[in-house]
């Protein structure tokens, strides 16, 4: 299959006081303020789950006409306890087993929003670092390929699924087999890399999944590089919104020449995420903060304190 290229980012719209853990959402008005900043630079938006955040996404694109792709996902749940991981994933056979029931449920939920949105959702992906060695929500090769079958039988959109780059090339072959395409997961600084081998270290993740599999087309679905840390799994002085800026230049400069589709990592700063440690760096990827201001990665594009006085006033959209 061919995969049109594009501009592409990971779209997640929880504010401050706003999380999926506790069931509080962004409400219609902002993420149509969202849609309407990342408008302005890109096509492509991955969405990670299909909750009341992602149906109000693809609500807010249909209703308000953006000309927006969606790449929608299913939030697995753990169907196997996981001693490899670190923070720890031992979980009762009670609760591996509702968990396969509500991975059902998504994947069945994933069906219908993209039957219903055909026009939106372009691809869509049957789970995110599910098979990682150090996931906390590991599902079975046997089970993803299942769900896989399961959705090509139901929808016309094609399939992936979002992991680390590692897992590809030892354990995922049985999946690649059902898959659509592949997507991969790339970053150089939770793998204590600087900025002088980022790049580089990118592209060798990349092609360590490309060449073992010639005939099946590769996107990358998360790059990118936190502003802040506090010093867990990456160095503080490893974290800034200069490296972010750099790294993200030289990312899109190699993925644009090459037409590799890229979501970058990610639209907004997520404060929900992580730790309560507010350098925590899970809550700091983001090209904007979480008041919707734009770092240094993306002064250049909005060069106004508010991008949403520019959102508002020049690029408002209609049916």
């Known amino acids: 299959m061919n995969i049109v290229h594009g501009n592409a980012i990971c779209y997640s719209g929880y504010r401050e006081g706003q999380s999926p853990r ?26 990670y789950d299909c909750g009341p955040h992602a149906e109000i996404v693809l609500d807010v694109i249909e209703s ?5 792709k969606v790449m929608l996902g299913v939030d697995m749940a753990a169907e196997m306890s996981n001693p490899h991981c670190p923070w720890g994933a031992d979980f009762s056979e009670q609760t591996l087993s509702d968990n396969r029931q509500a991975n059902c449920a998504q994947v069945d939920k994933l069906i ?26 590991m599902v079975s090769v046997d089970s993803l390929v299942s ?13 992936t699924f979002c992991e680390n780059y590692v897992p590809w090339t030892y354990k995922l072959e ?5 898959l659509d395409f592949i997507s ?10 600087t900025l002088d081998d980022a790049l580089e270290y990118t592209k060798q993740n990349y092609h360590s999944v490309a ?35 750099s790294y993200y230049e030289q990312l899109l400069a190699w993925t644009n020449d090459e037409k590799i589709l890229t979501f970058v990592f990610e639209a ?27 770092k240094l990665v993306m002064e250049s594009l909005y060069n106004t304190e508010d991008p949403l006085v520019i959102a508002s006033e020049e690029l408002a959209v209609s049916c």
């Open 147 to 159: 769900y896989v079958l399961k959705i090509k039988d139901s929808i016309k959109q094609p399939v």
């Open 64 to 68: 308000e006409c953006f000309d927006f």
């Open 22 to 47: 506790e069931g509080v959402y962004p409400t219609y008005a902002e993420i149509k303020q969202d849609l309407l900043i990342l408008s302005q630079n890109w096509k492509f938006l991955r969405l």
């Open 268 to 294: 907004f700063d997520e404060p929900w995420k992580g730790s309560p440690h507010p350098q925590e760096p899970e809550k700091h990827w983001g090209l904007f903060t979480v008041d919707r201001k734009p």
């Open 211 to 245: 060449l073992h599999y010639p005939g099946k087309p590769v996107v990358i679905t998360e790059a990118g590089w936190t502003t802040q840390s506090n010093g867990r799994g990456i160095e503080t002085w490893n974290a800034s919104q200069e490296l972010q800026a």
């Open 112 to 137: 219908e929003l993209s039957s219903r949105y055909t026009d939106i959702v372009f691809s869509v992906s049957v789970g995110n670092e599910a098979s990682v060695e150090w996931t906390d929500h």
């Open 184 to 193: 991969i997961h790339t970053y150089p600084a939770w793998e204590y890399r």
């Open 174 to 178: 049985p999946l690649v087999a059902v």
